[in-house]
């Protein structure tokens, strides 16, 4: 077998990386998410702030790392309370990406949950008049 080399497990730290602060930042949403916040830009800023602060992550990565993480000064989103709205673009800071993607699921299960709901009223309305 084949010893890894030194860009072998930078990568392999990048991604244990990465999705330790995917975690981070699902955690975080789901507070937002659960209290029904809707994501505005302000929020967004304010989940990059708290991941990238979160004392746990900092404490299992090393600096260098971390600034692979910080979204580059000449990246200027909007702080105001309007939608979150990144159009057809893919090229989003990890963080961004993180919280929007769980917010995308929270609204996708919300989706299949009212499905069900409606679904399972239907069998009873059904069962009550005898269909």
Do not use: K
Not at 60 to 79: C, I, K, S, T, W
Not at 89 to 107: D, G, K, M, Q
């Amino acid at each position: 077998m084949q010893t890894p080399n030194e860009q072998d497990l930078a990568a392999l730290r990048f991604q244990a990386a990465a999705r330790d602060l995917e975690h981070v930042v699902r955690g975080i949403a789901q507070r937002y998410i659960a209290q029904q916040v809707p994501l505005t830009w302000r929020l967004l800023h304010a989940i990059e702030a708290e991941a990238l602060a979160d004392l746990g992550f900092a404490g299992r990565h090393d600096v260098n790392m971390l600034g692979l993480f910080q979204r580059p000064g000449e990246l200027a989103y909007p702080e105001t309370d309007d939608p979150v709205d990144f159009g057809h673009s893919n090229a989003l800071p990890a963080v961004f990406a993180f919280a929007v993607s769980a917010y995308e699921r929270a609204a996708q299960s919300a989706v299949r949950a009212g499905r069900e709901a409606r679904d399972q009223s239907e069998d009873r309305r059904l069962r009550a008049w005898g269909g």
